[in-house]
Nanobody, 135 residues
């Protein structure tokens, strides 16, 4: 049973920082895709920062230079360090994980697929989300 549990969300002021954590259990694939997505009310869920098991990272243009995704393999925890937060970063943040499905062609995965919101064949599992509010 795979479980992803996010934590670390909260309310901060413009320019401050937050670090989100995603505790992952039951997910054993060595070749994986993991990342952070966010969703504002009335909008589709969008990719923020993702990574693959080769260590490649991908960022939405809106967060490049401000957000950093990382994984602690010993703790099986995914992190999102968010610096210089802006009002437009306000959203519910979701952690996602998965492995390559047969519908995804072999070889390097395009960046647009790494950051695409659901439905997305790369991400089979999702957390429940954590609210981040910047004001």
């Amino acid at each position: 049973h795979v479980q992803l549990v996010e934590s670390g969300g909260g309310s901060v002021q413009i320019g401050e920082s937050l670090r989100l954590s995603c505790a992952i259990s039951g997910f054993t694939s060595r070749a994986y895709f993991m990342g952070w997505f966010r969703q504002e009310p009335g909008k589709e869920r969008e990719g923020v920062a993702t990574m693959d098991s080769d260590g490649n990272t991908f960022y939405a243009d809106s967060v490049k230079g401000r957000f950093t995704v990382s994984k602690d393999n010993a703790r099986n925890t995914l992190y999102l360090q968010m610096d210089s937060l802006k009002v437009e970063d306000t959203a519910i943040y979701y952690c996602a994980a998965g492995s390559r499905q047969s519908s995804v062609a072999p070889g390097p995965v395009p960046e647009r697929l790494m950051l695409r919101g659901p439905p997305n064949p790369l991400y089979n599992y999702w957390g429940q989300g954590t609210q981040v509010t910047v004001s």
